[in-house]
C-alpha cells in the first residue's frame, strides 16, 4: 500500500535559518507528490506539487524535488520567516486512487 | 486557487446531541468530497469517501451510522455526527476535488471545523 514517512518534529529554528522537512514514500505505480501547510486552527492549504521524476515544485521560496531514485520529497527553504511557522504535511496521490495519503505532519516553530 | 468553504468553524454541543457540518465548493463542481478527522498532534485520517448521488464509501472502523454523510449536489457535502460523546470532539477537515479526472485533479481543503462534545 501507500505511505509517507516524515520527520517527526517540532522543528524550532531561528528566523532566516533554512529550512528542511525530509519526507519519502511508498507506493504503487507513479504518484504524484505534495506539500500542504496547516496554519493554527485552520485546514490544510496546497503549498506545492509534483508529478512526475525529477519535477521541482516551487512557491513562497519553499521547494521540493521530486527523487524517485530514492523515493523522497525533501522541503527545502532558504530562509524562513516568523510567517512560516506552521505544520507541513507530505502526501502524494497515485493516478488510479482518489485518496490522498499523508505524513503525520511536521510542526515547525520559527522564532526571532 | 478554488475555494471550499466548511461551516460552522467551531461548535460546542452536549453529549448525546447531534451536529451537522457542512462542506461547500464555492466556486467549482466537486464530484468527490472527502472528510478526514485530525487529532491533536496527528495527521488526517481519512473517514469517509463522498460521491455526488450515491452513498459514501468509509473507512474501515468508521462508523457510518455515527457519521452521516450526504452529497446531495456538485457543490455540498454534510458530515453529520450523530448522538455525539466527548470522545468524538476532534477537528473535522473536509476536502473537495474538480471533476477532473488525473493526478491534476488537486484537492482543495475547507478550513476544518473543530468539534466540542461537552
Known amino acids: 500500500g501507500n505511505s509517507v514517512t516524515q520527520m517527526e518534529g517540532p522543528v524550532t529554528l531561528s528566523e532566516e535559518a533554512f529550512l528542511t522537512i525530509n519526507c519519502t514514500y511508498t507506493?504503487?505505480?507513479?504518484?504524484?507528490l505534495f506539500w500542504y501547510v496547516q496554519y493554527p486552527g485552520e485546514g490544510l492549504q496546497l503549498l506545492l506539487k509534483?508529478?512526475?521524476?525529477?519535477d521541482k515544485g516551487s512557491n513562497k521560496g519553499f521547494e521540493a524535488t521530486y527523487r524517485k531514485e530514492t523515493t523522497s520529497f525533501h522541503l527545502e527553504k532558504g530562509s524562513v520567516q516568523v510567517s512560516d511557522s506552521a505544520v507541513y504535511f507530505c502526501?502524494?496521490?497515485?493516478?488510479?486512487?482518489?485518496?490522498?495519503?499523508f505524513g503525520t505532519g511536521t510542526r515547525l516553530q520559527v522564532t526571532l | 486557487g478554488a475555494v471550499v468553504s466548511q461551516h460552522p468553524s467551531r461548535v460546542i454541543c452536549k453529549s448525546g446531541t447531534s451536529v451537522k457540518i457542512e462542506c461547500r465548493s464555492l466556486?467549482?463542481?466537486?464530484?468527490?468530497m472527502f472528510w478526514y478527522r485530525q487529532f491533536p498532534k496527528q495527521s488526517l485520517m481519512l473517514m469517509a469517501t463522498?460521491?455526488?448521488?450515491?452513498?459514501?464509501?468509509?473507512e474501515q472502523g468508521v462508523e457510518k451510522d455515527k457519521f452521516l454523510i450526504n452529497h446531495a449536489s456538485l457543490t455540498l457535502s454534510t458530515l453529520t455526527v450523530t448522538s455525539a460523546h466527548p470522545e468524538d470532539s476532534s477537528f473535522y477537515i473536509c476536502?473537495?476535488?474538480?471533476?477532473?479526472?488525473?493526478?491534476?485533479?488537486?484537492?482543495?481543503f475547507g478550513q476544518g471545523t473543530r468539534l466540542t462534545v461537552v
Open positions: 509534483a508529478t512526475k521524476a525529477d
Open positions: 476536502s473537495a476535488r474538480r471533476n477532473r479526472q488525473g493526478v491534476d485533479s488537486e484537492a482543495f
Open positions: 502526501a502524494l496521490l497515485t493516478g488510479t486512487a482518489s485518496k490522498l495519503t
Open positions: 466556486d467549482f463542481q466537486a464530484t468527490t
Open positions: 507506493a504503487t505505480g507513479y504518484p504524484s
Open positions: 463522498s460521491n455526488e448521488g450515491s452513498k459514501a464509501t468509509y
